[in-house]
């Protein structure tokens, strides 16, 4: 798509007569809406007087570029308008605007629209493409010359993709971004890049901009750079630069001070960047350096944490409302478990795998992974099945979009948002089925095998059934064996249910207990969720240790299924009952030998953290 498929005869204005900021945006906004181009003329301008807001778009040297994403966007547009005279724009050069492009961006413009569109901003850096526009005499004239210099464009472009090849040059590399990413990402892109070819400099420029990140910084690129700048006005990935001089500045730099920025990174004089702020460096930044499966684990793990926190204390705050086994409960109490239960739980094994997927094959991937994380849900295959889902559906679309390459780039939108997502959830769909329906099998089959235990060996049954409840945390196995202490319960056998309650509290208090007291063993994030462990444990939520046993399965499993074998088998050997299906803590009175139960529970937790801080490598920083 060319700029002039988006700049019309009928959005040129050749004098505006505005002599002031506010009146430009009227009349151009009125230019757009005059040629059916917005939806509501009084939102799309309020979108424009926002972006202003956060920081002029009159860039100088007499050019501005009032630009908005938003639903009052009928379709994307762009309008001319000249003003001989010049207008007071509050120019980053103090300068006053005679070049005005008022961009006008769709909410669901596809890549190609916005890629159009930000191009349009990097041919205003050319002085000549300046004066060639305030000398046309038509709006003929100004199409043409926007046309020719976007050829120019493309065509210099495809010679630099051609001409890619490692110099000894000195190498610098760049990140832009800037809050709507339509405009001065790419003009500080093209400006830096402009400048650094003018010094003999070599760069890459990644670009955060409204068609996502483009021109992706590789770990290769960081190592060999001898400076990172960051030219953004917008959040960017910082932690990967950790240890590398690192220039900070607003985007605006990236257009005004090209020069002073590179000059900063390539003299050895730019601070080094340490990652979180402090002197040391971050979590994040070791993080980083581990294998893509960790990195992809973690990326899931850490969107899921508020779902399993949040959801866990509105359940454990519904049993002050409501006593676990009642026949009348109160509203406030059902609605709280309602929403923490049946909402905020059953949403965090699909949120952990669509953010597995998303971390491996970006957006594409985020919708084959949520359905097959709601079929891990569905098909009880617990958190592991969640897992498997997002890595199956991640990796799938990576497949896909190698099948598609064929593609040409003009139709990269349908690519992205039609075909990548259809085949990468049927095929994700299909493959989850038959990896998840023979769970439902198994975890019938264990039942039927507790159920035939009987009163042989109690303490053997609670050591098994503890450790069952801290396998998979929530799934088939852990609910095979609560299962089990329901049926129990209901056959007037109370002992099984009591080691199979005290079991599922000990793997997130164990873990509480561990990020206590063995601090140096654990990340900050880990530490700070650990603290949301003591009331999930004490509520016997188990589903609290699932973030910690995704992100170290080999050593916290191992523990907690420890921890909660010993809980479970001395909770039997007490002669300890309950009545009550759930609460944990909160129904410890109705819990026959009440004391030595908790002596259980403490002992597990005790096992649990001990062995974690044993056994946990200390986290490097």
Same mark, same amino acid.
């Given at each position: 798509?060319?700029?002039?498929?988006?700049?019309?005869?009928d959005?040129?204005?050749?004098?505006?007569?505005?002599?002031?900021?506010?009146g430009a945006?009227?009349?151009l906004?009125g230019?757009?809406n005059?040629?059916?181009? &917005?939806?509501?003329?009084?939102?799309?301008?309020e979108?424009i007087?926002?972006r +202003?807001n956060?920081s002029?778009?009159?860039i100088?040297?007499?050019?501005?570029?009032?630009?908005?994403?938003?639903k009052?966007?009928?379709?994307?547009?762009? /309008?001319?308008?000249?003003?001989?005279?010049?207008?007071?724009y509050?120019? $980053?050069?103090?300068q006053?605007?005679?070049?005005?492009?008022?961009?006008?961006?769709?909410?669901?413009?596809?890549?190609?629209?916005?890629?159009?569109?930000?191009r349009?901003?990097?041919?205003l850096?050319?002085?000549?493409?300046?004066?060639?526009l305030?000398?046309?005499?038509?709006?003929? #004239?100004v199409?043409?010359?926007?046309?020719?210099?976007?050829?120019e464009?493309?065509?210099?472009?495809a010679?630099e993709?051609?001409?890619?090849?490692?110099?000894?040059?000195?190498?610098?590399?760049?990140?832009?971004?800037?809050?709507t990413g339509?405009? =001065?990402t790419y003009?500080?892109?093209?400006?830096?890049?402009?400048?650094?070819?003018?010094?003999?400099?070599?760069?890459?420029v990644?670009?955060?901009?409204?068609?996502g990140?483009?021109?992706?910084?590789?770990?290769?690129d960081i190592?060999?750079?001898?400076?990172?700048i960051?030219?953004?006005?917008?959040?960017i +990935?910082k932690e990967?630069f950790?240890?590398?001089p690192?220039?900070?500045a607003?985007v605006k730099?990236g257009?005004?001070?090209?020069e002073?920025?590179i000059?900063?990174a390539?003299?050895?004089k730019?601070?080094?960047?340490?990652?979180?702020?402090?002197?040391?460096?971050s979590?994040s930044?070791?993080?980083d350096?581990?294998?893509?499966?960790y990195?992809? &684990?973690?990326?899931?793990v850490?969107?899921?944490?508020p779902?399993?926190?949040?959801?866990?204390?509105?359940?454990? $705050?519904s049993?002050?409302?409501?006593e676990?086994?009642?026949?009348?409960t109160?509203?406030?109490?059902d609605? $709280?478990?309602?929403i923490?239960? +049946?909402y905020?739980?059953?949403l965090?094994?699909p949120? $952990?795998?669509? %953010?597995?997927?998303?971390?491996?094959?970006?957006?594409?991937?985020?919708a084959?992974?949520?359905v097959?994380?709601?079929?891990?849900?569905?098909?009880e295959?617990g958190f592991?099945?969640g897992?498997?889902?997002?890595?199956?559906?991640?990796y799938?679309?990576? &497949?896909?979009?190698?099948? %598609?390459?064929f *593609?040409?780039?003009?139709?990269?939108g349908i690519?992205?948002?039609? *075909?990548?997502?259809?085949f990468?959830?049927f095929?994700t769909? *299909?493959?989850?089925?038959y990896?998840?329906?023979p769970?439902?099998?198994?975890?019938v089959?264990?039942?039927? @095998?507790?159920?035939?235990l009987g009163?042989?060996?109690i303490?053997?049954?609670?050591i !098994?059934l503890?450790?069952m409840?801290?396998?998979?945390?929530?799934?088939?196995?852990n609910?095979? #064996?609560?299962?089990?202490?329901?049926?129990?319960?209901?056959?007037?056998?109370y002992?099984?249910?009591?080691?199979?309650?005290?079991?599922?509290?000990?793997?997130p208090?164990?873990?509480?207990v561990?990020?206590? *007291?063995?601090k140096?063993k654990f990340t900050?994030?880990?530490?700070?969720?650990?603290?949301?462990?003591?009331?999930?444990g004490?509520?016997?939520?188990?589903?609290?240790?699932?973030?910690?046993?995704? /992100?170290?399965?080999?050593?916290?499993i191992?523990?907690i299924?420890?921890?909660?074998a010993?809980a479970?088998g001395?909770?039997m050997l007490?002669?300890?009952?309950?009545?009550?299906? =759930?609460?944990?803590? %909160?129904?410890?009175?109705l819990?026959?030998? @009440?004391?030595l139960?908790?002596?259980?529970? !403490?002992a597990?937790t005790?096992?649990t953290? &001990?062995?974690?801080?044993? @056994?946990?490598?200390?986290v490097?920083?």
């Amino acid at each position: 798509m060319r700029i002039t498929d988006l700049l019309k005869k009928d959005t040129v204005v050749l004098n505006l007569s505005a002599t002031d900021k506010k009146g430009a945006i009227d009349e151009l906004s009125g230019q757009l809406n005059k040629a059916d181009r &917005l939806v509501d003329l009084e939102s799309f301008k309020e979108a424009i007087h926002d972006r +202003e807001n956060q920081s002029s778009t009159g860039i100088g040297e007499g050019v501005a570029i009032p630009h908005a994403k938003t639903k009052a966007v009928k379709e994307p547009a762009i /309008a001319f308008g000249r003003s001989v005279k010049g207008v007071d724009y509050d120019a $980053l050069d103090g300068q006053k605007s005679h070049l005005f492009f008022m961009i006008a961006a769709s909410e669901g413009a596809n890549n190609e629209h916005l890629q159009t569109l930000s191009r349009l901003s990097t041919l205003l850096m050319d002085e000549d493409f300046r004066q060639t526009l305030m000398e046309a005499d038509t709006e003929e #004239a100004v199409l043409q010359a926007v046309d020719q210099k976007e050829t120019e464009k493309l065509g210099a472009e495809a010679a630099e993709e051609q001409s890619g090849t490692v110099s000894d040059k000195t190498y610098v590399v760049a990140v832009t971004g800037c809050p709507t990413g339509i405009a =001065h990402t790419y003009m500080a892109a093209d400006g830096l890049k402009a400048k650094a070819k003018e010094m003999g400099v070599d760069i890459k420029v990644e670009t955060n901009g409204s068609d996502g990140v483009r021109n992706r910084l590789t770990q290769e690129d960081i190592e060999r750079a001898v400076g990172v700048i960051v030219a953004a006005d917008t959040k960017i +990935e910082k932690e990967r630069f950790a240890g590398k001089p690192l220039v900070d500045a607003p985007v605006k730099d990236g257009i005004r001070k090209p020069e002073e920025l590179i000059n900063k990174a390539t003299s050895g004089k730019a601070p080094l960047f340490q990652g979180g702020g402090s002197g040391k460096k971050s979590e994040s930044a070791s993080e980083d350096r581990r294998p893509g499966f960790y990195r992809h &684990l973690m990326n899931g793990v850490s969107n899921m944490l508020p779902f399993v926190v949040a959801g866990g204390i509105l359940i454990a $705050l519904s049993f002050i409302f409501n006593e676990p086994g009642a026949e009348e409960t109160h509203p406030f109490g059902d609605l $709280l478990s309602m929403i923490g239960g +049946e909402y905020g739980f059953f949403l965090m094994v699909p949120v $952990l795998a669509a %953010f597995i997927a998303r971390s491996i094959a970006d957006r594409p991937g985020f919708a084959a992974g949520m359905v097959g994380g709601l079929m891990a849900v569905n098909f009880e295959a617990g958190f592991l099945g969640g897992i498997i889902a997002g890595f199956l559906a991640g990796y799938l679309v990576l &497949l896909f979009r190698r099948v %598609f390459a064929f *593609i040409p780039p003009s139709l990269d939108g349908i690519r992205t948002i039609l *075909i990548l997502p259809l085949f990468g959830v049927f095929f994700t769909g *299909i493959i989850m089925y038959y990896i998840v329906t023979p769970l439902n099998a198994l975890s019938v089959g264990i039942e039927n @095998w507790l159920g035939g235990l009987g009163t042989g060996n109690i303490v053997l049954m609670g050591i !098994l059934l503890g450790a069952m409840m801290a396998v998979d945390m929530g799934g088939p196995i852990n609910k095979a #064996a609560f299962t089990f202490g329901i049926a129990m319960i209901e056959g007037g056998n109370y002992a099984p249910h009591a080691a199979i309650m005290a079991a599922g509290m000990v793997p997130p208090l164990g873990i509480a207990v561990a990020t206590s *007291i063995f601090k140096s063993k654990f990340t900050k994030q880990e530490r700070d969720a650990g603290k949301s462990n003591y009331v999930l444990g004490a509520s016997f939520i188990t589903e609290g240790a699932i973030p910690f046993a995704a /992100a170290d399965p080999g050593r916290v499993i191992p523990s907690i299924i420890t921890g909660s074998a010993v809980a479970g088998g001395l909770a039997m050997l007490f002669g300890t009952a309950t009545q009550a299906p =759930h609460g944990g803590i %909160f129904v410890l009175l109705l819990v026959e030998n @009440w004391p030595l139960y908790l002596i259980a529970i !403490l002992a597990g937790t005790a096992v649990t953290a &001990l062995m974690l801080g044993v @056994w946990k490598k200390r986290v490097e920083v």
